[in-house]
């Protein structure tokens, strides 16, 4: 079944006039276990249709079914119950909480879902353990490098084991030998773990190694290609 | 979000700016600390007047010659008398603990060793009953001492520590006022000073024909005329009945020559005054209490504003409204909490140091302080909650842009 199921979904921001149609119908349909990657030119509605993805935007029209509910009926609690439990946010400038250690960061989404402290670290840990930052616990977000800093999120999205991660550039702030090692973390988390991957990017590189490339040009889907074959990407398969 | 983690969270945020939550909180602050220190003082005042007025006593009834002015004070005076007392006695019998006829004249008393000025009381034997006042040694003025003009004296407990300091019981020695020499016949007990701050152990007593012959050269001005009633419900139409005996005896015609009043009543000014000075605090309270809460309601839509991005990262890994509602609730609260906290330390403080200057018992009421604490909390929630809902209705895409 589509975990992610979009029927001729438009977007358009602003009032009558200065109307900017951001997406215009757009059809897309993504199973559990996929990684796909979203690519197009700067402007052409990538951001616009993560955040729909995300439930922190609805579309204008069209129907948006997650895990085949319709995202419309829900009311602000409820999206947020489904943005803390069933997703999980990578950004590209990282959007930790500067006041709050990694580890607090990492926390933050089973707060939200109620989870007692002692559960609560244990989990953070474990989460912070798999992205390789155990050594980093107590760090502020000023005191770690922005490779740190996206593992930080990275792990942050993951700690309420969400159906879906959706990553919009996350590599964008790093350096490409630091974004190829988020890269491959993601990659893992595919293989590894059955992790449904959703991430921007306007790298074409990057794109190509995905199992599923999405391109969008001016609000549409202008291409979705799955790349055939086992993905022997050097990437993928590379050192930890 | 449990309860544990919200506070956690908004101790933190408060923490973060120190000295922006403390000048906050000030409005809070002053407002607290004034109604803990006020109300304090003005308890610990009325504790000290109700009991010198006990000291006094509530149910006592002065007659004073003299007629009442517009203005309320008392002047054109003719003399009351022995024989305005007698009527008195003789014709207002039920409900009062008898009359007592008081001249009193300042002399300066002496031992062989010792002098003082004090009060030279001229009575009658009736005195003690009506002022209901124990002796603690000897016995009061009798019949056959008023009727002998005797020289006799009974000391009170402040005179008898000045003339004998060493002596608790001084029946028996002999004092002197002016040229005439007194026995003494007996000490009343310490009564304490009267609402109006006078020592009433300051005073001798002697029969008041004594007085009358032998001291004041057969004037014959009572400066009061005693009586208490048994009923203090009854205080009204005692005072009635005194006023039409008088009235009568005295031959009055369109005004009274001479006035009743009661202790309790005359202490009523001062009760007044309590009165108008804790609405006063009242009003001082409410106007820094809604100064504060206007400070705590600024702070926080400041705060909102600046951490306008939190709020949208909070909302995208899944804070609910609610979430954001109570947080930022929860902080306006602690703000007034803390400025309910310091406020009501000062306000005690404030209380302590007043009640030593004043002289007068430290009044601090535990449910004054709660309530305190009570209001600043109510403050911090009714101010706080605006900015909350602003926080909460942010739209979380809009949030997560904002710079
Ligand atoms: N809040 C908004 N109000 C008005 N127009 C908007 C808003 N957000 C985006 N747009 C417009 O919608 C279009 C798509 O924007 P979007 O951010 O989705 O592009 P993008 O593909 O993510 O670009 P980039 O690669 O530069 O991030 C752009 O033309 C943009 O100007
Ligand atoms: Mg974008």
Known sequence: MDVIRLERVEKVYGSSGVEVRALRGIDLSIRRGEFVAIRGSSGSGKSTLMNILGCLDQPSTGRYLLDGVDVKSLNRAQLARIRNQKLGFVFQGFNLLKRHSAIENVELPLIYRGIPADVRRAKALQMLEIVGLKMRLDHHPNQMSGGQQQRVAIARALINEPQILLADEPTGNLDSATGKEILREFHRLNRELGQTIVMVTHDVVIAEQAPRVVTIFDGNIRSDVTNPGPHTLELASGRR | ?403
């Open chain 2, 1 to 403: 979000m449990g309860w544990l983690a919200a506070f956690r969270l908004a101790f933190g945020a408060i923490m973060v700016h120190k000295g922006r939550s403390v000048l906050t909180s000030l409005g809070i602050v002053i407002g607290t600390a004034s109604v803990i220190a006020m109300v304090s003082a003005a308890n610990g005042a009325r504790k000290k007047l109700d009991e010198r007025l006990d000291n006094v006593g509530r149910n006592l009834i002065l007659i004073r010659a003299g007629t009442r002015n517009a203005n309320g004070t008392l002047a054109d005076f003719k003399p009351l008398t022995n024989d305005d007392a007698g009527t008195l006695r003789r014709q207002v019998k039920s409900g009062v603990n008898s009359f007592a006829e008081v001249q009193a004249s300042m002399r300066v008393v002496s031992t062989r060793t010792r002098h003082t000025p004090t009060m030279i009381t001229g009575t009658v034997p009736d005195f003690a009953k009506v002022r209901m006042w124990p002796l603690e040694h000897g016995r009061f003025l009798t019949d056959e001492d008023l009727k002998k003009q005797a020289t006799v004296v009974v000391l009170g407990a402040t005179i008898r520590d000045k003339l004998f300091p060493d002596l608790a019981n001084p029946v028996g020695q002999s004092i002197r006022i002016d040229s005439m020499n007194l026995r003494v016949v007996g000490v009343t007990t310490p009564k304490g000073r009267s609402p109006i701050g006078g020592d009433q152990d300051d005073q001798v007593f002697i029969p008041v024909s004594t007085l009358q012959r032998k001291l004041a050269g057969g004037v014959e001005n009572l400066s009061l005329i005693l009586t208490s009633v048994t009923d203090l419900t009854q205080m009204d139409a005692i005072k009635k009945d005194v006023s039409r005996v008088l009235r009568e005896k005295r031959r009055c015609k369109t005004q009274d020559d001479f006035d009743v009043s009661s202790v309790q009543e005359m202490t009523e000014l001062a009760v007044i005054m309590t009165r108008t000075m804790q609405v006063l605090i009242a009003v001082i309270a409410s106007i820094s209490l809604l100064v504060g809460g206007i400070g705590i309601m600024n702070i926080m839509l400041v705060s909102v504003t600046e951490r306008t991005r939190e709020i949208g990262i909070r909302m995208a890994i899944g804070a609910t409204p609610r979430d954001v509602l109570v947080q930022f609730l929860i902080e306006a609260l602690m703000l007034a909490l803390v400025g309910g906290l310091i406020g009501v330390s000062i306000g005690l403080g404030g209380a302590v140091l007043m009640a030593f200057a004043a002289k007068w018992p430290v009044s601090v009421d535990g449910t004054m302080v709660s309530l305190s604490f009570a209001v600043s909390a109510g403050v911090g929630v009714f101010f706080g909650y605006y900015p909350a809902l602003k926080a909460s209705r942010l739209d979380p895409i809009d949030a997560l842009r904002y710079e």
